[in-house]
């Protein structure tokens, strides 16, 4: 899997959608792909969302786009 960080005038727009609760960090791809530092920073950002109930931190059980994946994979209708 490519993963790719997208910078707009300088702003790392990965980290502000994890920051702001848009996206999921996906950790088991980043441990292999992202530099330790940034792993850590993104790791926080996520954690502070979560804590601050930030945008799909909101939901009481949000679903991670991978397990929705693997539930669609195994024919069962996802919540």
Avoid: M, T
């Amino acid at each position: 899997r490519q993963v790719a960080r997208l910078r707009i005038n300088g702003e790392d727009v990965n980290f502000a959608q994890i920051q702001n609760g848009h996206a999921w960090h996906y950790q088991s791809i980043a441990k292999r792909n992202q530099p330790e530092d940034d792993f850590a920073r993104y790791d926080s950002a996520q954690a502070e969302a979560k804590k601050q109930r930030k945008g799909l931190w909101r939901e009481r059980s949000p679903l991670a786009p991978w397990d929705y994946r693997k539930e669609k994979r195994a024919g069962k209708q996802p919540e």
